[in-house]
Structures are given as C-alpha cells and as structure tokens.
C-alpha cells in the first residue's frame, strides 16, 4: 500500500485500517519507509489520537513483527507480570517465588536497566552467573520444570517495538498512551500469557503522573487483552514514595533474602502490593475461593518458607550463585558510607521519589553513563508521617568513593525529605485495581 495515502488518510483525522496499519509496520521493518514518513505518522498518531481498533491493531503488529512463543498453548494458565512507568520496585522478585510455591507458572521477560536504575532483571544478576537468554523451547522446559523463568528480551522477540520505542524517545512523545498499551500488550501477547497482571506506577517519579491517565492507560491495555482472550488485572500503585526500607539492587535483594528467610514480610506496606499482585492472579486463574482463601494461601507459602525455597531454585535452575542464601553478607553493598540526616526538628511529611529515583541513577553510573554499580544505594531509617529530631539519621548511602557525581547525589537526597510541623494525610499505596 501506498504510505503517503496512509500519512495523509492519518493527518485527516481517519481511521487505519488493519491493512494499512501492516503496512507501516511491515515497511518500519524492511526499511522501506523514509524518516521523515516515519516521523509524520507518528506524530499524526499522537496529535489525532488512535482509536481502539488502530490501538489493538498496532498491539498485534508488534507481537506479529516477531518468533509468537504461544506459551499457553504449553500451559492451560501462564502469568506474566509488568510495571509501567518508571522508577520500579523489587516487588516482582518476591512475587515469582511466592507465584511458584503455589504452582502457578509465571514468566517475567526484562530489560535490563540502561543507565537508570535497576530493573527486575537488574536484580536478579546481583546473583554472580544467572543465567537469562532463553529460547522458546529453553523457557517450556524450565516452566515444565519449576513453573517459572526469568528472561531478558529475545531477540526475536517483538523486534519492531525497539524501534517504533527509538522514534517515539527521539520525537519526545513516549509518554503517547496508545503506544505504551499497544508497546506492553504487543509482549504479553507474543509470549502467550493467559493472565497478565499489570502494576502502574503513577506519581512524581513516573511518566504516569496523576490517576486519571493512569486508568485510561490501563483500560487500553484491558481493552486489548480482552479482544485476544488474557485475563487482566491493573493496579495502579502510589509511585510517590519509596517502597520498602531499600533502594539498589544488592541491598534490596538482601532484604528480600532476609524477609523470606524468616518467613515473614516485615514491610507490611510493601508485602500489602505483592499480595494484592499474587491474589489478582488466583482469582483470575480461578484457583483460589474469593480474596480470603487467596490471601491464606499467599501468606502460607511465605510463613513454611516454601518461596524462599522457589526462590533459591529459581537462582540455582538459572546459574546463578547461590552461597548468598546460606550467607546473605556475600552480597556485599559499596564499602564507603555516609549518612543523611535532618535538617531541623518536625515531622517527616514526604520522601520525594522523583529525587530518591534521581539520585540513585546518579550514584554509581559508569563514564558511559549506561550502567549503575548494582552495589550503591540507600537504607531509609524513617518512614512518612514518623517525627523526627535535628540531626537525627533519616537514610544511609553506600557510594563508591571514586564517584564523581557523589557530591551532587548527596545534595538531590537531602532535599529528597520534607521535614514540616504539620501532619499530612497519609498517602495509599494502591490507588485503583482494575479486575
């Protein structure tokens, strides 16, 4: 098909069909398609909106432009979970072991973090040797095996979402709605997962930041499961604060190691989102009788240590080291530490976690400013709405002391914490589930 008909079909305001929208994806493939077409459409799509046929179309486009895996024609149910927005948080690492233990297959498929900070994949490979490329029948005897794998990206994989994310990054629109729901659900229908489980990121830190756009985008990414059959669950979770007491890799591992370890989840607040995760997937799956039964069964895995148990399987089925679950302080964060401390007298109002995210992804970045140490990082001694005094420790970090951007790091996590007289309400830590 002709692409400049396709272009000016687009500007007009109408609506692609299935046809034309192969076509620009086959052509974005080939190679066939100018820049400057290219960047025409895209911004057409961006300033005339996309409808839900264009939305779903695209979504099919991209799982189509690649190897389909189909896992769940391997698997009755298969679960694959992903965060959206950013700043991301350790909880997918404690939901796998948790999701295992109770026998229900799940795949994560990761990125790792590209001068930002840590991914799940990221975390993972604090683990010396884990092992995460995989091919399709790789990852259907590991799922056979002990019901989950941990993965980056397959090459053959979605191949055209890397570039359609490229152009998107370069014309400054990534924030584009319909893009990231088609970009997401492209994935999850390529890799064939019967249940997907979604958690949003929305605030100060994230590309989401308010509600509302968070429930639009997570209503596209349902509206496209629906049409292929996934079960879909959507959280759409409070990214204005920190989740947990750490942030950086080896030292949220080594919490998670301590947590599971003793068969209790001391961070009530952040057990609280890998709970509700791990009970959207039972209820969508039907293997559970209501919320109640759901929440019995998640906490009876972690209370016998049946997860920290997956856990280490999972480590050791992918090569990585495993000495850690005898001896957590083989995982050794950076040596240097210094601390940050309070200011002046009061209550600890907010913890800014745009700046928390910020000053991680400067801490530890190599001169290439591609990867951060998995080693530096924060422990935060207080939590919103505690009181605290003048001088009082409020977080410690553990830097490299070859760091040039250390100086600077310092001074974003300082004014990181907002210090005032008055109390104020207390944030959710889940905003909205979508089910």
Not at 278 to 286: D, M
Not at 292 to 315: G, H, M, P, R, T
Not at 355 to 372: D, Q
Request: proline letters at 3%; a neutral charge; aromatic letters at 8%.
């Amino acid at each position: 098909m002709n692409m400049v008909s396709i272009i000016k079909k687009k500007i007009s305001g109408a609506e692609l069909t299935q046809e034309e929208m192969h076509s620009f994806i086959s052509c974005l493939q080939k190679q066939t398609i100018s820049d400057d077409e290219i960047r025409t459409l895209l911004l057409a799509f961006s300033v005339k909106g996309m409808s839900d046929n264009e939305i779903y179309n695209l979504a099919m486009e991209i799982a189509l432009s690649g190897t389909m895996f189909e896992l769940r024609k391997d698997f009755p149910v298969i679960l694959d979970k992903h965060s959206i927005g950013g700043f991301t948080d350790p909880a997918t690492v404690v939901l796998i072991p948790i999701l295992m233990a109770l026998d229900f297959p799940v795949i994560k498929i990761s990125s790792s973090g590209y001068g930002e900070y840590a991914r799940t994949l990221d975390r993972f490979r604090v683990f010396q040797g884990f092992h995460s490329s995989f091919t399709k029948k790789q990852m259907i005897l590991q799922l056979q095996n002990i019901h989950a794998v941990v993965s980056e990206i397959p090459k053959d994989l979605v191949p055209v979402n890397k570039v359609l994310e490229d152009w998107y990054k370069k014309l400054k629109i990534q924030d584009f709605l319909p893009f990231i729901a088609a970009s997401v659900m492209g994935k999850k229908i390529a890799t064939g997962a019967s249940v997907v489980v979604l958690d949003i990121k929305c605030g100060e830190s994230s590309q989401i930041t308010d509600v509302d756009k968070a429930e639009s985008l997570a209503n596209l990414c349902i509206m496209i499961g629906r049409r292929v059959g996934i079960k879909m669950s959507v959280i759409i979770s409070n990214a204005n604060q920190p989740y947990g007491r750490f942030v950086g890799a080896t030292l949220e591992i080594r919490d998670i190691l301590d947590a599971l370890a003793s068969g209790r989840i001391v961070d009530k607040s952040y057990y609280a989102l890998v709970r509700e995760l791990a009970t959207n997937a039972l209820i969508l799956a039907k293997r559970c009788n209501g919320r109640s039964d759901a929440y019995d069964a998640i906490d009876e895995v972690v209370e016998n240590k049946k997860a920290y148990q997956c856990f280490q399987l999972l480590v050791q089925s992918q090569g990585g080291d495993v000495s850690a679950f005898e001896d957590k302080e083989s995982l050794l964060p950076a040596l240097n530490e210094t601390y940050i401390t309070a200011p002046k007298s009061g209550r600890l109002v907010d913890i800014k976690n745009e700046l928390v995210s910020a000053g991680v992804s400067l801490l530890g970045r190599n001169a290439e400013g591609t990867k951060i140490d998995p080693h530096v990082g924060f422990e935060f001694f207080v939590t919103e709405g505690e009181k605290v005094k003048a001088g009082q420790r409020l977080a410690k970090v553990y830097y490299d002391v070859s760091d040039p951007a250390f100086a600077q790091t310092i001074g974003v996590l300082r004014s990181a914490f907002i210090i005032d007289k008055k109390r104020r309400k207390k944030q959710n830590l889940i905003y909205k589930v979508l089910i």
